[in-house]
């Protein structure tokens, strides 16, 4: 394990006593409502509260323990923080603002290694502006950007699209998505959005009044709320290997039961490893007919198991590849002008998905 936590502390009438641990890859949620005692959790394994007891552990190095005496200070725990209001600083350009995080890493970046990154977060337009010159989404990623040069063994992400409208939290979205995999570094991530912690997330813990539930939600929850409307989407989870990698085309192939999806292949993978594959209903297009000349391979064929009528005018429908479960939702005037119904069968369009490792 990468991340070990085990801490008391209370705050007034608020007590913390919380007890996880995370793995060496990937990202780990810490998910549940305001007040519930996420903000407290991180601030405390960044170094910025001292608890009152406990032990916190970062790669086998003790960051914290009452019963040895030990407090690293905040700047030498390398970790990364991004803060839910950025906190760049409003007198230093972008430019500035990122090198102050290469001035922590133990090792500093080479220019190749800095330019990379400007170029991974598509801001190389922006370095000579100030702050106060940013959008939102742009002074995400200016804070995400500085982190990550500090050579973080750690990177912490504190609401990171609360501040954001629907187009810029999508962006971020996918740039979390991305640093996950390219940069292998364990990602702890404060949310109180189900939707986000199933999209991106490997591990979730629970929090409800200071403490971790004992609960598996991405077992057990499948169901997430659809801040459009307000009503309940079904996120498809789905457990694969790599079955095939195809190098000249950038591909791989993930199998599950009967089916098979491709994928780009933006990381490295091992033929046979495990992985679990994730499709939002959105993703998921509806044809009565397989389709040919299509820019994806992704069609699966399907039958129908289940169809729900919602508010707002949609329908959620489960289908069957196989033994397998995936699920779509489209709009009720469109099902109801193909004159679809359970049993019926169609092809499934798979238009895109993402797919994380299985961490043992």
């Known amino acids: 394990m990468s991340l070990s936590v085990k801490i008391k502390h209370n705050i007034e009438s608020f007590d913390l006593d919380i007890n996880f641990e995370s793995s060496k890859h990937g990202l780990t949620a810490l998910f549940g409502p305001s007040g519930s005692g996420k903000s407290l959790t991180i601030n405390i394994i960044a170094g910025l509260i001292t608890p009152k007891t406990g032990t916190i552990i970062l790669n086998g190095q003790i960051l914290f323990s009452s019963e040895k005496s030990i407090n690293i200070a905040t700047h030498k725990r390398?970790?990364?923080?991004?803060?839910?209001?950025?906190?760049?600083?409003?007198?230093?350009?972008?430019?500035?603002?990122?090198l102050f995080g290469a001035k922590r890493a133990r090792i500093s970046p080479t220019d190749d290694e800095t330019n990379s990154l400007i170029k991974l977060l598509d801001i190389e337009h922006?370095?000579?502006?100030?702050?106060?010159?940013?959008?939102?989404?742009?002074?995400?990623?200016?804070?995400?950007?500085?982190?990550?040069?500090?050579?973080?063994?750690?990177?912490?992400?504190?609401?990171?699209?609360?501040?954001?409208?629907?187009?810029?939290?999508?962006?971020?979205?996918?740039?979390?998505?991305?640093?996950?995999?390219?940069?292998?570094?364990?990602?702890?991530?404060?949310?109180?959005?189900?939707?986000?912690?199933?999209?991106?997330?490997?591990?979730?813990?629970l929090l409800s009044s200071g403490r971790i539930v004992p609960a598996d939600i991405q077992t057990n929850l499948v169901s997430l709320p659809d801040s459009a409307n307000g009503t309940l989407k079904t996120l498809s989870r789905i457990n694969g290997v790599i079955e095939e990698i195809d190098v000249k085309n950038q591909l791989i192939?993930?199998?599950?039961?009967?089916?098979?999806?491709?994928?780009?292949?933006?990381?490295?993978?091992?033929?046979?490893?495990?992985?679990?594959?994730?499709?939002?209903?959105?993703?998921?297009?509806l044809s009565l007919h397989q389709l040919s000349h299509l820019t994806t391979l992704n069609q699966l064929k399907a039958k129908i198991t289940k169809v729900s009528f919602v508010p707002i005018n949609h329908v959620y429908i489960s289908l069957l590849v196989g033994c397998t479960t995936i699920h779509c939702r489209v709009g009720s005037d469109l099902y109801m002008s193909l004159g679809?119904?359970?049993?019926?069968?169609?092809?499934?369009?798979?238009?895109?998905?993402s797919i994380d490792r299985v961490v043992i």
């Not at 390398?78 to 990122?98: A, C, M």
């Open 253 to 285: 192939r993930i199998g599950f039961n009967e089916g098979r999806l491709w994928k780009n292949l933006i990381t490295r993978y091992s033929v046979g490893e495990n992985v679990v594959v994730k499709i939002d209903p959105d993703d998921v297009i």
């Open 78 to 98: 390398r970790i990364g923080y991004v803060f839910q209001d950025f906190r760049l600083f409003p007198h230093l350009s972008v430019k500035k603002n990122l």
């Open 126 to 205: 922006l370095l000579d502006r100030y702050p106060k010159h940013l959008s939102g989404g742009e002074k995400q990623r200016i804070a995400i950007g500085r982190a990550l040069l500090s050579e973080p063994q750690l990177l912490l992400l504190d609401e990171p699209f609360a501040a954001l409208d629907h187009h810029r939290k999508e962006d971020i979205l996918k740039l979390i998505e991305t640093i996950r995999v390219k940069f292998q570094i364990p990602i702890l991530l404060i949310s109180h959005s189900i939707s986000d912690v199933l999209r991106l997330s490997n591990q979730v813990h």
């Open 340 to 353: 679809l119904c359970v049993g019926d069968e169609v092809y499934t369009i798979v238009t895109r998905f």
